[in-house]
């Protein structure tokens, strides 16, 4: 499904700055992966979701998603193919217009424009409905301005909106970050949610190293560029935050595995 072949990825080369984000890094997701990405500031995490979202373009290397190269194509052309949530609970949706109107521009994403009225009755129950996955009470608010909600409560509407019309690939960029932890943990369970219903194909970037434990069927850890770790099945179903850490340790040769270190 998702194809990444030996990128590297340098900033500011030639010069005191430079600074290598990506080390020749490999991975494949297949169908239906939802895979954690973990590791300390620097690591390469966001450089890699950003290159392969077409924020960034790779020195080398090549992206392939669902068959089709991507390297070289624009962000804006790269968008079909991909569903992404950022870490700022405002970026996402559109804070003037009503709940029901962020969802109809999501779900037309990409379609032809026509001159058909507005949301039909029939979208409005298929929004009520696609709400009550979020468990937030948005289904009874569908003309609610979306600027009048809380921070927790538009990152999962955003979240909804990357996932409605079902994208080859799922990009989650910290998006619990900015939240208080009990609304962090309504928004991943909503996320667990959606990508198994869907069976979207997630890459989930996250600075917590239990919610990297606890969701998804793969995890993989990042140092330096380069994956260092890269855990699945039953091994990751028996993993605690205790065994990642001694992991870590003994694949990079650091006697500062702790806490600090990979959660930056």
Do not use: C, W
Not at 74 to 93: C, L, N, S, W
Not at 165 to 188: G, I, M, N, R, S
Not at 232 to 251: A, D, I, N
Not at 252 to 263: H, I, K, R, V, Y
């Amino acid at each position: 499904m998702l194809d990444i072949q030996q990128v590297s990825k340098t900033f500011h080369p030639g010069t005191v700055n430079e600074k290598t984000a990506l080390r020749n890094l490999t991975l494949h997701l297949n169908d239906g992966d939802f895979v954690t990405v973990i590791g300390g500031n620097g690591a390469g995490k966001s450089t890699l979701l950003n290159v392969v979202a077409g924020t960034l373009f790779p020195d080398a290397g090549t992206i392939t998603i669902d068959g089709v190269d991507v390297t070289r194509l624009p962000e804006h052309k790269r968008a079909k193919y991909i569903g992404r949530v950022f870490q700022d609970p405002m970026t996402g949706t559109a804070a003037t217009m009503q709940i029901e109107e962020n969802l109809a521009l999501a779900r037309r994403r990409g379609a032809s424009r026509t001159l058909r009225p507005g949301i039909t009755r029939a979208e409005r129950k298929e929004y009520q409905q696609l709400l009550q996955i979020l468990d937030l009470g948005l289904e009874s608010r569908l003309t609610t301005k979306v600027g009048l909600l809380s921070g927790g409560q538009r990152q999962a509407l955003t979240l909804l909106m990357a996932s409605l019309v079902k994208p080859k690939l799922l990009l989650l960029d910290e998006h619990t970050a900015a939240l208080d932890p009990k609304t962090a943990a309504k928004v991943l369970e909503a996320t667990e949610k959606i990508v198994s219903q869907a069976r979207l194909t997630t890459l989930m970037i996250t600075h917590n190293m239990r919610d990297a434990i606890a969701h998804g069927n793969r995890l993989i850890m990042m140092y330096e560029g380069r994956i260092v770790l890269d855990i699945s099945g039953e091994e990751k179903r028996q993993l605690t935050v205790e065994h990642l850490l001694e992991q870590f340790g003994r694949v990079t040769g650091s006697d500062e595995a702790d806490d600090t270190l990979l959660l930056g």
